[in-house]
C-alpha cells in the first residue's frame, strides 16, 4: 500500500512521488503507474491540475484505491477540457477532500464499476464544452455520494442509469443548468437511498425539475429539502418507493407543476408518501400519465403528510390508480382532490378523512391548554399522536424570528427539532422542521455526524466532539456540514448550518477538535 503525492506548485515528474518532498507535478504521472489495492494518490492543498484524471486500476473491496488531498489551504482542483476524472471498469475508489470545476465535460464519469465513494467533493460550472457536466454512473453497482457540493453543473447535477446500490447523502446540489437539467436524475437504478439532501433549482434555465427517479425499484426518499424546480419529485414509474418526511416547495411554472407527480413512464405499484410538507406550489401529489398509456398505478397510499399554499389542489388522480389518502393537514384554502367523474366512478382509489391547518391549530392549541395550569410547566406541552408524524412547523400559522442558535426549552420527543431562544412566535409556541438525525435536550443540540458529534451549548458556544474510530485509515482534511431550518408554515423560511473541517493528520485521538467555520 503506497502513498503517491503530487504538487502541482513543487513537484516533478523526475520524482518517484512517495513523499511530500518528492512529489510528482502532474495526474499523468500517475497514470504512468500501476496502481494496487490500498494505494493513495494525494493532491496537495493549493495546487490544480488542467488535465483528465483517468483511473485505470481497480482497488478491493478491503483495500480501495484512494484519490484525495493532504496539507494545509484550498482543496486541490482538477480542471480538464473533458472530464475531471474518467474511470470505466475501476472499481473499489475513493475520491474525496477536492475541488473539480471548469470541465469540458462530465465532473466525474465511470462506467461499469462498483464500489465508488465520493466524498466531501466540491463540483462547480462544469460541461462547458456542450457534454453533460455531472457526476455520472452508468452499469454500475454500490455508488455513494456523501457530503458533497455541486453548483451551476450543465446538465443533470448528479446522473446515474442502471446502477444498482444507490447512496445519496447529505449533498448540496444547486442551479443545474441547460434546459433539461435536474439536480439528480437516476434512470432504471434500485436499492436507492436519498436521504438529507438540499436540492434546489431556483436560479436556472432548466425548463424541468429537482429529483427525478425512472422505473426505481425498492426507493427510500427521505428527509430531503426540494426548492423550485418545474417540479418537485418526478417519481413516475417503480415499485416499491417511499417518499417521507420531504420539504418541496417553490415549484411551478406549468399548469400540472406538482410536489410529487407518478403515473408516466412505466408502472408504479406500491409507493408510500408520508411525512412530507408540500407547499408554495400547483398541485401537491400527482397521479397522471401524458395520452393513455396502458400502465399499472397500483397501492399507492398518501398519508400523513400538509399540504399548504398550493393553487390547486393537494390531490390530482386523472388516471386509473388503486390506493388511499387519508389523515393529512390541508390548508382550508387549498382543494382536496381533483378527479374526473369517469375515474372517480372506478372507486379503487379511496379518499379518508382529513384535517385542515386550522383544526390541527386547535388540537395543538387544546393540548397546550390542559397542561399549562400548573404555573411550574415552561416547556410546550406535547402533541397529541395524531399529529406526531406531520411535519411540525407546518402546522404553526405564526411568525418565526430567527437571530442566533441559543436553545432554552425542550421541545420533547415527539419534535426532531431544536427551540431557540430567539425565535418568537405570537403564542409563544413555536415548532420547527425535522432535520436530521439529532437529539434535543434542557442543555443543548445535539447533532450526530459522519466523524463526530457537534454540542450547542445554552449560551449559543459551539463544540465538536471527534470519534476518533471513524476517522481511522484517512488522511488530509474532511468535513461535514450540519443544515438546521425553522418555518412559519407559510412563507418565512430561515436555515442557518455549521460547517466543520478535520485535519486528520494533525489529529490526536485523545482529545477533541474545534475547527468550526
Do not use: C
Not at 474511470?87 to 475541488?99: L, Q
Amino acid at each position: 500500500m503506497t502513498v503517491y503525492y503530487v504538487n502541482s506548485l513543487t513537484g516533478s515528474d523526475s520524482n518517484n512521488g512517495t513523499g511530500e518532498s518528492s512529489a510528482f507535478a502532474t495526474l499523468a504521472a500517475v497514470e504512468a503507474l500501476r496502481l494496487n489495492p490500498g494505494d493513495s494518490v494525494l493532491l496537495a492543498a493549493g495546487s490544480v491540475f488542467n488535465e483528465q484524471f483517468d483511473l485505470k486500476y481497480s482497488g478491493s473491496v478491503s483495500a480501495p484505491i484512494t484519490i484525495g488531498s493532504y496539507g494545509i489551504g484550498e482543496a486541490p482542483v482538477i480542471r480538464s477540457s473533458n472530464d475531471g476524472i474518467h474511470g470505466s471498469k475501476a472499481s473499489n475508489i475513493i475520491i474525496e477532500n477536492i475541488k473539480i470545476a471548469d470541465t469540458g465535460a462530465n465532473a466525474i464519469y465511470a462506467g461499469n464499476v462498483s464500489n465508488w465513494t465520493v466524498r466531501n467533493v466540491e463540483v462547480s460550472n462544469t460541461g462547458l464544452s456542450g457534454k453533460p457536466g455531472s457526476v455520472s454512473f452508468q452499469s454500475s453497482q454500490n455508488i455513494t455520494i456523501e457530503n458533497s457540493t455541486l453548483i451551476g453543473v450543465h446538465s443533470d447535477g448528479i446522473w446515474m442509469d442502471k446502477v444498482k446500490g444507490v447512496t445519496l447523502v447529505n449533498n448540496t446540489v444547486t442551479n443545474s443548468q441547460g434546459s433539461a437539467a435536474d439536480a439528480i436524475q437516476l434512470n432504471d437504478s434500485s436499492n436507492i437511498l436519498v436521504k438529507d439532501n438540499h436540492l434546489e433549482q431556483t436560479e436556472t434555465n432548466s425548463a424541468k425539475g429537482v429529483l427525478v427517479l425512472i422505473r426505481a425499484q425498492n426507493a427510500v426518499v427521505e428527509g430531503n429539502t426540494l426548492v423550485g424546480g418545474g417540479f418537485g419529485l418526478s417519481a413516475q414509474a417503480g415499485t416499491n418507493i417511499a417518499i417521507h418526511d420531504n420539504d418541496i416547495s417553490g415549484y411551478g411554472g406549468y399548469s400540472w407543476s406538482y410536489g410529487i407527480g407518478l403515473g408516466d413512464q412505466g408502472n408504479a405499484i406500491n409507493y408510500d408518501i408520508s411525512g412530507n410538507y408540500l407547499h408554495g406550489g400547483v398541485y401537491g401529489v400527482l397521479i397522471s400519465a401524458i395520452g393513455n398509456p396502458a400502465y399499472i398505478r397500483e397501492n399507492i397510499v398518501i398519508h400523513d403528510n400538509v399540504f399548504d399554499d398550493l393553487s390547486s389542489s393537494a390531490l390530482k388522480v386523472d388516471k386509473p390508480a388503486s390506493g388511499s389518502f387519508y389523515d393529512n393537514i390541508i390548508d382550508s384554502a387549498v382543494q382536496t382532490l381533483t378527479i374526473p367523474a369517469t375515474i372517480a366512478a372506478q372507486n379503487t382509489f379511496t379518499i379518508g378523512e382529513s384535517k385542515t391547518l386550522e383544526q390541527a391549530q386547535a388540537e395543538i392549541d387544546s393540548a397546550a391548554g390542559s397542561t399549562t395550569g400548573d404555573t411550574q410547566v415552561s416547556s410546550p406541552a406535547p402533541v397529541t399522536e395524531p399529529l406526531v408524524a406531520t411535519p411540525p412547523a407546518a402546522i404553526q400559522k405564526i411568525v418565526a424570528v430567527h437571530d442566533s442558535l441559543k436553545i432554552t426549552e425542550d421541545t420533547g420527543s415527539a419534535f426532531h427539532g431544536n427551540l431557540l431562544e430567539n425565535d418568537r412566535a405570537s403564542n409563544g409556541t413555536i415548532l420547527l422542521r425535522r432535520f436530521g438525525d439529532s437529539a434535543v435536550d434542557k442543555h443543548g443540540l445535539t447533532l450526530t455526524g459522519k466523524y463526530g458529534v457537534i454540542h450547542v451549548e445554552k449560551d449559543g458556544d459551539y463544540s465538536y466532539t471527534v470519534d476518533a474510530a471513524k476517522l481511522a485509515g484517512l488522511s488530509g482534511k474532511v468535513s461535514e456540514s450540519f443544515l438546521y431550518k425553522i418555518s412559519d408554515g407559510a412563507s418565512h423560511i430561515d436555515a442557518d448550518s455549521l460547517s466543520v473541517s478535520i485535519n486528520v493528520d494533525t489529529f490526536h485521538s485523545s482529545q477533541s477538535s474545534h475547527l468550526l467555520s
